[in-house]
């Protein structure tokens, strides 16, 4: 069956950087959109980062735009995120997700539109 696997969190410093991974199997990973989504204590879970089947196309919250780069290996079934200048309102559960719909883009940002997750990865940054 579908398995995300996420790695890479852990502690930094803000202005750090971290490289967050998600090992994917279990469906035709080239056929689908990816994203990264962040869940914060006492926060809804909310889209960080999407990437298209082919990884031609990118989208970010605004709030991580130009410090984030999401990214993927089709041919090693990966998705990451490199996160730089981290602040400390980036701490958070990260979320790998697969998209519900082969070859589809427009919801994209909708956290409705993933069909299986994987388990998070803790990322902390201290001030």
């Known amino acids: 069956q579908v398995q995300l696997v996420e790695s890479g969190g852990g502690l930094v410093q803000a202005g750090g950087s971290l490289r967050l991974s998600c090992a994917a199997s279990g469906f035709t990973f080239s056929s689908y959109a990816m994203a990264w989504f962040r869940q914060a204590p006492g926060k809804e879970r909310e889209f960080a980062a999407g990437i298209t089947w082919g990884g031609v196309s990118t989208y970010y919250a605004d709030s991580v735009k130009d410090r984030f780069t999401i990214s993927r290996d089709n041919a090693k079934n990966t998705v990451y995120l490199q996160m730089n200048s981290l602040k400390p309102e980036d701490a958070a559960v990260y979320y790998c997700?697969?998209?519900?719909?082969?070859?589809?883009?427009?919801?994209?940002?909708?956290?409705?539109?993933?069909?299986?997750w994987g388990q998070g990865t803790q990322v902390t940054v201290s001030s």
């Open positions: 997700a697969k998209h519900r719909a082969p070859r589809y883009y427009r919801t994209i940002r909708d956290r409705l539109s993933y069909d299986y």
